[in-house]
């Protein structure tokens, strides 16, 4: 598997009578420093989020709650992923294409970043990221 592309990355799971628990370390589970999270909730049926890349951010995106998917673009080829697990990551690489559909009721997508918000770090035009590639 290509450490640079666009992967599943399994996280801890320690089961418990109790309730389930799953934790992510920077380094350890991702392969970058955590510098900003942020999470997508209250998503109306039928919306999309997403539908840019970034120049350097690197993200791994967690079905906190419910389901959704991410459709990628690496500028070859386009793939879907599905989330409907806690406990997998799905690891986005800078400088693929992403955005996310079917929000089930109720889903929370909670995001690993590894930069700061920069508005400058988005490509928002998909003819030109193509271009790019
Ligand atoms: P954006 O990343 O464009 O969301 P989507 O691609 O899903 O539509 O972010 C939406 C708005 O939120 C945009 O005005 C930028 C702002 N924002 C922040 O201020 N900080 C953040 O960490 C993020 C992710 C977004």
């Known amino acids: 598997m ?36 942020y999470w997508i909730y209250d998503v109306p049926g039928g919306e999309t989020r997403g539908g840019h890349s970034y120049k350097t951010n690197q993200e791994l ?20 992923f599905l989330l409907n697990r806690s406990y997998m990551g799905l690891y986005v690489p800078e400088g693929v294409w992403r955005h996310m559909e ?10 690993l970043a590894s930069e700061m918000y920069s508005e400058g770090d988005y490509e928002r035009e ?5 271009k790019s590639k």
Request: glycine fraction near 4%.
């Open 61 to 80: 995106i967690i079905a906190l709650s419910g389901s959704f998917t991410v459709v990628t673009n690496d500028g070859t080829k386009e793939e879907q």
């Open 2 to 37: 290509n450490p640079s592309a666009v992967h599943f990355i399994s996280l801890p799971k320690i089961l418990d009578n109790r309730g389930n628990l799953s934790f992510v370390e920077e380094y350890s589970h991702v392969p970058f420093k955590i510098k900003r999270t």
């Open 102 to 111: 079917n929000f089930s009721t109720n889903s929370c997508a909670l995001v």
């Open 126 to 130: 998909f003819s030109t990221f193509i």
